[in-house]
């Protein structure tokens, strides 16, 4: 049990376009899930933390109006890399809060050219 | 404010050695701790935990843990190191309570000589 999805698991997009990557928990409710970017051969950092039925929260220095978040359900929640550009190229990870624990989905390899 | 903190960002041991990765944490509450593995171009997969409960934890795959909270340590063990254990891991805090976030250390690089 507990297993978190991401699609797409890689994207290639174009300086300007807007991406939409997909956190689903397959087998358990998330009231949190929370979103992580990766850049290479760094740790993760916490972007936003998003609760289902409100407003995501974002961590100091993340763009809200780049990174947009929504938690539409109690399995799935959404960021949305808005007029994306190639400095926001990266790996993007969400994970799914159960209790003190969380999930963490395969990752989603964003390339922004 | 928590934070954890992990010794070397690469550590080098022979097939069959001891592996041994360190963390130390800062904590203002009794903290809940992990260690996770992440291999090239995946998510992380969950080694071990500490919720409170026995202070020696064991883990999959081999590893074990043990917290000791004079030294604020959570220093992750395996007997025997395999090919297989060739990754990242990465030490994290969090207070336990139910949908808090979690602090991730900067990461170790294990790598494992033939």
């Known amino acids: 049990g507990a297993v978190v999805s991401q699609h797409p698991s890689r994207v290639i997009c174009k300086s300007g376009t807007s991406v939409k990557i997909e956190c689903r928990s397959l087998?358990?409710?998330?009231?949190?899930m929370f979103w992580y970017r990766q850049f290479p051969k760094k740790s993760l950092m916490l972007m936003a933390t998003s609760n289902e039925g409100s407003k995501a929260t974002y961590e100091q220095g993340v763009e809200k109006d780049k990174f947009l978040i929504n938690h539409a359900s109690l399995t799935l929640s959404t960021l949305t890399v808005t007029s994306a550009h190639p400095e926001d190229s990266s790996f993007y990870i969400c994970?799914?809060?159960?209790?003190?624990?969380?999930?963490f989905g395969p990752g989603t390899r964003l390339t922004v050219t | 404010a928590q934070s954890v903190t992990q010794l070397g960002s690469h550590v080098s041991v022979s097939e069959g050695a001891l592996v041994l990765l360190r963390c130390n944490y800062s904590?203002?509450?009794?903290?809940?701790l992990f260690w996770y593995v992440q291999y090239p171009n995946q998510g992380l997969q969950l080694l071990l935990k500490?919720?409170?409960?026995?202070?020696l934890v064991k883990g999959i795959n081999g590893f074990e843990a043990e917290f000791k909270k004079s030294e604020t340590s959570f220093h992750l063990t395996k007997p025997s190191a395999h090919m297989s254990d060739a990754a990242e891991y990465f030490c994290?805090?969090?207070?336990?309570?139910?949908?808090?976030?979690?602090?991730f250390g900067k990461g170790t690089r294990l790598h494992i000589l033939p």
């Open positions: 904590s203002s509450v009794p903290p809940y």
């Open positions: 994290a805090v969090s207070v336990g309570n139910r949908d808090d976030k979690i602090i």
């Open positions: 994970s799914a809060a159960r209790g003190p624990e969380q999930y």
């Open positions: 087998d358990f409710q998330a009231t949190t």
């Open positions: 500490y919720t409170s409960a026995a202070t």
